[in-house]
């Protein structure tokens, strides 16, 4: 059974400083997504990472994937208020199911 | 191009009642997810499906949950006799057809805004 896992669950950091949110899967695959909600909000969907050694950028925030330590970064530069959110990872799974496979969640707090 | 449209976005039920979540996918989407999330959690699969089609249903309780996908019409999950546990946020997601097969399909899940159930 495929297992994610995220770290850390909480994070509060001010405006400014710079963090990495890490996201651990148990199983191979070669598909992972970065989603951000806002409270009682949907999932807005952030990176897709297809291949090892994928990097993506957009903004302050940075995603990467070594699928040989089954392990994607989110990394945030600079943080502002404005990212504050919850942040999930979601792995594919495979065998033609295309359901997801969601950790926890980060419920990441930027204060100014 | 609307987004992926779910209703109700609340819905409170008494233990017993049937609870009926809609999903109108994407335009243009022909695959259809739906997930379910727990305070505090991540969201859980629950059942993939396609016109008429189940495709992966390994997620779905065994009992008292049923989804559908017609040919007309939106996705429709159902639960039915709801209990206290069954409270969560339900999400519904769309996809096109993947680019492609392999690991080269993205493959994007596009989420609604959720209904968030309420079993009193």
């Known amino acids: 059974e495929l297992k994610v896992e995220q770290n850390p669950l909480f994070l509060s950091m001010q405006e400014g400083k710079n963090y990495t949110i890490y996201c651990n899967y148990s199983t191979t695959s070669d598909r992972l997504y970065w989603y951000r909600q806002d409270p009682g909000k949907s999932l807005e969907s952030l990176f897709v990472?297809?291949?090892?050694?994928a990097v993506k950028q957009e903004g302050r925030l940075m995603a990467s994937l070594d699928t040989k330590a089954r392990l994607s970064t989110l990394h945030i530069t600079a943080a502002v208020h404005d990212l504050s959110a919850t942040y999930f990872c979601a792995v594919y799974s495979g065998g033609g199911a295309d359901g997801l496979t969601f950790g926890k969640g980060t419920h990441l707090i930027i204060q100014p | 191009n609307a987004g992926v449209m779910q209703n109700p976005r609340h819905l409170v039920r008494r233990r017993g009642q049937e609870a009926r979540l809609r999903c109108s996918p994407m335009k243009g989407h022909s695959h259809v997810y739906w997930y379910r999330q727990l305070p505090e959690e991540g969201l859980k699969f629950m059942v993939y499906l396609q016109k008429e089609n189940i495709i992966d249903e390994s997620g779905m309780p065994k009992e008292r949950f049923s989804a559908e996908f017609p040919k007309e019409g939106p996705s429709i999950l159902r639960i039915q006799q709801v209990v206290r546990g069954d409270s969560a946020a339900y999400f519904c997601?769309?996809?096109?057809?993947?680019?492609?097969?392999?690991?080269?399909?993205?493959?994007?899940?596009?989420f609604g805004a959720g209904t968030r159930l309420s079993v009193l």
């Open positions: 990472l297809l291949s090892n050694g």
């Open positions: 997601a769309s996809s096109p057809l993947p680019e492609g097969t392999g690991p080269l399909a993205k493959n994007i899940q596009y």
